[in-house]
């Protein structure tokens, strides 16, 4: 029913009054808005829109130069409670993702159309509530828990995030103590619609803070994933697979004035997934996976850093289905001024399938950016980039099916304007 505009004046007056009269009573907390986000237009040698390129079967694609959609994640937290030394803090986050085509697109939760929205956090963490142990967090909710990533090609080799809930950061004295239950739901095709999704839960276990050497601290942790059955689902017979994951990073701080973090994962069955999380459906591939990283960033003169990223990666299936996965990138950056640098970005991926027979996947992408920073670093941000991306592969090699690449191509060439932000 139309509202008559006679009514719509003292209806806003009388919100008005509600308002100034509580304000009187309550406090309103403060808020803190933080999020990322990214967007841009690119368009493809030869016509089309910008094409995005990543080797087929790899994790992940170096990204300077190589991002196609607009991206974001908008979160809104709050300090509810603080008092002798006790806190409750709120968090959220949304995260909407669409394809950059036009003014309007309709996050409406189809994904078909490249457009959704996603709920990532809602949670509470609660601090100073134990007393043998002040200054853990008790937490609940849907939480980003404790991500590791390789920012040169956002790769979260060690990311469980999801619904969950522990406790984090008990001293031990030598080092801080997390424990956490986290779930992700999986889909087991093999039994009827009513038996499919799988509750995978993963149990973790870290020690963190772990001193080595001077400047240097290690972090240890164990992950254990398996599967509540339903009734239904233990009468249909349906046999989930339990999987184990140990991670081992070391962090060296003050490395050639930047950081380098060397990373040593190894896992079976229903954890071999690539950011960690649990997949224990009963279809799936049994095996185990090698996983080594060396990533970091170093200053090469006053003017000049480097981020840089080593990956070997190798999955042993028992349906021959495995993969080993191989990736090197650099990303040099020269600093004219404080707010302005040219940064340059190499990648190499290389991915050899498990068993004779099957064609290997290369791919080599270069970008050069024209940047404008708030600051001179590799981290600054927000940042605006001019670019522009060339990218060769072999016949397989480029698995982004796009209509601005025709089929048989080997190489691209890419121009585009990108802004990025985090705060």
Known sequence: MKIQHRYTFPLVTLTAAIVTAASGNVQAADVDFHGYARSGIGTTSGGGDQACFQAAGASAKYRLGNECETYAELGLGSTLFEEEGKSFYFDSLVAYVNEQANDFESLDGDTSDGNTIALRQVNVQATGLVDAAPEATIWAGKRFYQRHDIHMNDFYYWDLSGPGGGIENIDLGIGKLSLAWLRNTSQDNEFPDSQQNLANNTFDVRLAGLSTNPDGQLELGYDYGSATLTKAQDNAGVDPQSGHMLTLEHTQGNWLGGFNKAVVQVANDGMIGSTGKSNTSSTGPQGEMLRLID????????????????IYEDRDLDTGDGQTWMSAGIRPTYYWSETQSTALELGYDRVKPQGSGKDTANLAKLTIAQQWSAGRSAFARPVLRAFAT??????????????????????????????????
């Open 295 to 310: 990533h970091g960033l170093v200053n090469l003169s006053p003017d000049i850093d480097m981020l840089y990223a080593l």
């Open 390 to 423: 060339y990218a060769h592969w072999n016949g397989n090699g480029y698995n982004a099916a796009s209509e601005s690449i025709e089929d048989g191509e080997s190489n691209g060439v890419t121009l585009g304007l990108q802004a990025e932000a985090w705060w």
